[in-house]
């Protein structure tokens, strides 16, 4: 079985958090730059390290069978096509949307343009997920 070594991942969690906080506490104080910047690594670092975290909870809750079925399925010719597959159409229909609006945001300097590109990318997730699970069905 795998160690996993927690210390770090939670560290970084409690930064993002207080950085968070931090930001938020001192609101108008901080020039809008600096507020963005301490707000996005807040959103950054705490997504990743709240994610390993997750991950290694649920990488001691799996049997070695399961694990094993896992590690089959990553290197899965079938399956690594089918992501393939997935990631290509997601990226062909969305491309157009994160082009339009990053250069929306660039000529109209951001506020809500900066949101709509998020939320974007976002749904960029969403169509591979989507576009996995049709690929799937496909092949």
């Known amino acids: 079985m795998k160690k996993h070594n927690n ?3 939670a ?34 670092i705490g997504g990743l390290s709240a994610s390993k975290l997750i991950l290694a909870h649920f990488d001691r809750t799996w049997t070695p069978e399961q694990r094993r079925e896992i590690e089959r ?9 089918i992501r393939e597959k997935a990631a290509y ?15 929306l945001t660039l000529i109209l300097r951001g506020g809500m343009y900066t949101a709509l590109v998020s939320v974007a990318i976002v749904l960029h997730c969403v169509f591979y997920m989507v576009n996995m699970n049709r690929w799937m069905k496909k092949l």
């Open 89 to 103: 159409s997601s990226w062909y229909w969305t491309l157009y949307l994160l082009w339009g609006l990053f250069f």
């Open 7 to 9: 210390f770090l991942p």
């Open 11 to 44: 560290l970084a969690l409690g930064l993002a958090v207080g950085l968070g906080v931090a930001a938020a506490v001192l609101g108008e104080r901080l020039s809008a730059p600096i507020s963005g910047i301490a707000f996005g690594l807040a959103g950054a």
């Open 73 to 81: 399925a990553e290197r899965d010719e079938r399956n690594v096509a």
